[in-house]
């Protein structure tokens, strides 16, 4: 099977700043697109960022000149570095990838956990 691990949310004050990470294990193949989704309490969830297998990325406008998503491939993981962080950052945000695994290389999209992410004074 397939787990993914989000860590490096917590509490941060406005303007502050915040890492989180991505880790995907199990028999993976091949990863694909990998993307952050957050959602706030009461609201939908929304795509934060998403960088391709190739490094191409696309940023929600909302984020753009503060948020950089990268990866490293050779350790299936995503990180999502959050700069000049606003109260309205707050979220649990979530890891989603697409991927195959397995022998028979069954391609899928993936959800983590979550982490939260809260900026408070």
């Known amino acids: 099977q397939v787990q993914l691990v989000e860590s490096g949310g917590g509490l941060v004050q406005p303007g502050g700043s915040l890492r989180l990470s991505c880790a995907a294990s199990?028999?993976?193949?091949?990863?694909?697109?990998m993307a952050w989704y957050r959602q706030a309490p009461g609201k939908q969830r929304e795509l934060v960022a998403a960088?391709?297998?190739?490094?191409?990325?696309n940023y929600a406008d909302s984020v753009k000149g503060r948020f950089t998503i990268t990866r490293d491939n050779a350790k299936n993981t995503m990180y999502l570095q959050m700069n000049s962080l606003k109260s309205e950052d707050t979220a649990v945000y979530y890891c989603?990838?697409?991927?195959?695994?397995?022998?028979?290389?069954?391609?899928?999209?993936?959800w983590g956990q979550g982490t939260q992410v809260t900026v408070s004074s």
């Open positions: 960088i391709t297998s190739g490094g191409g990325t």
């Open positions: 989603n990838t697409d991927l195959t695994y397995g022998s028979a290389m069954v391609r899928k999209w993936y």
């Open positions: 199990g028999n993976i193949f091949t990863i694909y697109t």
